[in-house]
């Protein structure tokens, strides 16, 4: 019983967020979804990556070791899932990117937060900066059909992840007032990507649900198993063990439905993916971290 109720302690935060945030568009509310999403990726995010790496007590090995497991896990689960998709003859623009990148800013970072506390949140954001990395190259690369992939060099979450590494590594501390001002911005993310995740959901049109159902639950098989294997391999602590197999089981990320609509894949199967791997996680994402905490 103390189990299950650590369990919805953890997750009911998460859900109670993005419900109030579908629940507000669909009561007729005003939503900015573009300005929100451009404020969160492009300041407050980078903000909260940089001041968890700065402000942590990870240990530098360990977070190469999550970082090498991380970067195996993505590696494995793009070759494995290219090679499931040709043999069911799907198209890997649509397809690809979001049976590979999950929503591991929306949903993985508050989930990591809310499990293990700052540390947790440390090791979350370290998977979600290479998931990151390589989402705005080859995933971009994927869903457009070709093209640069330096997209990424553009982007502040890279930059916030680079200089936030640089400092842990060395040790290094940021002003208390720069560090605080760092911070008050990182805190809006977690609440704010939180109703995003919800007002993203209740304006998706979602079809070929049964299609979407399977794909999801293959999405969950295949992760869970790429990072369980990597995890194991690189010998991971409890803690960034558990990290790493949640921040890949996590649903199909609203980027993905935005990157098929602006390069002219698929969007409405991608659509029925984000929802229906969204409800999935509801039950997926408690026994996963009742198996794991």
Not at 50 to 68: I, N, R, Y
Not at 123 to 146: D, L, N
Not at 209 to 218: R, T
Request: proline residues 4%.
């Amino acid at each position: 019983m103390s189990l299950l109720l650590t369990v919805l302690e953890i997750v009911a935060p998460v859900f109670i967020l993005a419900a109030i945030g579908f629940g507000w568009v669909r009561l007729g509310y005003e939503y900015k979804m573009d300005f929100v999403t451009r404020l969160t990726m492009t300041l407050s995010v980078p903000c909260l990556i940089f001041m968890s790496l700065v402000g942590t007590e990870l240990d530098p090995k360990a977070v190469s070791a999550l970082s090498l497991a991380a970067v195996l896990s993505y590696g494995a689960l793009t070759l494995v899932t290219a090679a499931v998709l040709f043999a069911l003859r799907l198209s890997m623009r649509s397809y690809l990117a979001p049976l590979i990148f999950g929503n591991t800013g929306n949903l993985g970072l508050p989930v990591a937060l809310f499990a293990f506390g700052e540390t947790g949140l440390g090791y979350a954001v370290v998977v979600f900066a290479v998931m990151a990395v390589w989402s705005f190259t080859f995933g971009v690369w994927v869903v457009s059909g070709g093209g640069s992939i330096t997209r990424a060099l553009k982007e502040p979450l890279l930059w916030g992840t680079v200089l936030g590494g640089i400092f842990l590594w060395q040790g290094w501390q940021v002003p208390v007032f720069l560090g605080n001002t760092l911070s008050l911005l990182g805190q809006i993310s977690i609440p704010v990507m939180l109703l995003t995740l919800g007002v993203a959901v209740a304006r998706l049109t979602p079809s070929s649900i049964l299609k979407a159902m399977a794909l999801s639950l293959l999405k969950l098989v295949l992760c869970v198993g790429t990072a369980w294997t990597a995890g194991r391999l690189f010998g991971l602590s409890d803690e960034a063990f558990a990290i790493l197999v949640i921040q890949l089981a996590t649903p199909v990320a609203v980027t993905s439905f935005l990157l098929a609509e602006k390069y002219g894949a698929d969007s409405d199967a991608v659509a029925g993916l984000v929802v229906v791997s969204t409800l999935v996680a509801v039950p997926a994402l408690p026994i996963m971290l009742a198996v794991l905490l």
